[in-house]
């Protein structure tokens, strides 16, 4: 409960679990020393400090409006399973390919490549959201089976953007997991028409959403029927101009924190630069996010699109190889804070 008690001997009751009681009353009681001359020396911060209790009401007000997705427990997690992929389940896992499907053999070689990384996903625009008109709008249906063709031959799983609702069947029909890109997180049409082919939605932050909008659409999402929500976190614009978007590391935490369904982050659009996507994807791994997707490119210099922030194979290979004591170390901690049975 928040608010100062009427004693400071009185024991608060927060409605919380007991250590979190125990922790605003420590802080009450150094509170009340008020910074004072007889404050005792390292005790007394001179910025008032909320408790564990308030904070934890502060989130219930802010994402008030999407309760399904606000984690009941601090255990509860939503693990979206895509075939031997179980996202969220613990594992941290990678999808990665081309920005935009171009060829079959672009695809087929940059799918062989990812999945002997480790990719356990393939990503790769069929359908492409292009700032410009005259930009490659996407191959479309010839894209889909492409990415089809190349999941019959590795084994990965497969995920794409739908853009409008029309199509949302369509592409339900040959990917496994339907992504809503940055541009229309907020297209609610597109949202139930995606929900309603019980495909997993990847859920795609958009470029000026904060975290509540992102939850907001989420929550549409499980609302129409679909609990299989991916959330990502793929940079927000911000005045910086040396990175593409600005990433948004304290959101991936956030979401860990507030959110049951699972969150990848994309360093790819964040950075918008090929060298700093490796430096991006660690941070992403260290503040917890379930897993990532980045593009890769067999000849990123001639790609048709994003050519600029798509690793080659051997940047894609190294970076898999330097994330590994990462992954390794967060599969420790994870393991750590695991109630015990
Ligand atoms: C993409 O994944 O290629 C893409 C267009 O992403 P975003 O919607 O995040 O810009
Ligand atoms: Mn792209």
Redesign the pocket.
Known sequence: MSGTPANENEQIDSGGPPERDAQYQRHVEIQSFGGGDDAPAGLVSPVPQRSGAEVGSAWLEQFADSPDVLKSTPEHQTVVRVGEVAIGGGEFFTMAGP??VESERQLMETAEHVARCGARVL?G?AF??RSSPYAFQGLGLQGLKLLAAARAATGLAVVT?VMSADDAPLVAEYADIL?I????MENYALLEAAAHTGRPILL?RG?VATVADLLRSAQCVLSFGNPNVIL?E?GIRTFETCTRNTFDVAAIVVLKEVSHLPIIA?P??AAGRRSLVPGLARTAVAAGADGL?V?VHPHPEQAW??GEQSLTFDEFESMMADLAPWCDLRALRNRALEPVA
């Not at 890109?181 to 229309?184: D, H, Q, V």
């Open positions: 920005c935009s990503r625009g492409k959201p953007e992504q890109g940055s541009r229309s795609k470029m990502c793929r994309d790819s659009h997707i593009e699109s994003d």
